[in-house]
């Protein structure tokens, strides 16, 4: 390995190769399809509040729980707390690929 740098002297640092990012996603993204197909629960982590519900991280994905569809163990009225990992249903998977993916999610 050389030790490559830049004009400034600093060390060069080779870019995130976008292609092995995106099969990673797309096997992801089939792993959803099979979980919605066969009603099999994922997790997925709470990201952030959103108009009408929460976006939720599925391995680098992102899926939408509306409000309505969140079911709180402590009482009704009580929001998930941001960064709380979860159980979900996929109740909604459109797109062929997962740069297309829109997930809708349900909490179970």
């Given amino acids: ?6 004009p ?5 640092v080779e870019p995130v190769r976008r292609a092995r990012s995106i099969h990673i996603q797309n096997v992801v ?28 991280g599925l391995a680098g994905l992102v899926g939408y729980l509306p409000k309505n569809l969140h079911k709180s163990t402590s009482s ?11 159980d979900f ?7 062929q690929t997962s740069e297309q993916a829109k ?3 349900k909490s179970v």
């Fill in 103 to 105: 997930i809708i999610l």
């Fill in 29 to 56: 993204f089939d792993e959803l399809k099979e979980a919605f197909e066969k009603r099999i629960k994922v997790q997925g982590r709470i990201l952030n509040t959103c108009p009408g519900g929460y976006t939720v």
């Fill in 1 to 6: 390995m050389t030790d490559r740098r830049t």
């Fill in 89 to 95: 249903e996929v109740l909604d998977l459109r797109g």
């Fill in 76 to 86: 009704p009225a009580a929001e998930p707390k941001i960064g709380s990992l979860l």
């Fill in 8 to 12: 400034f002297g600093q060390p060069w």
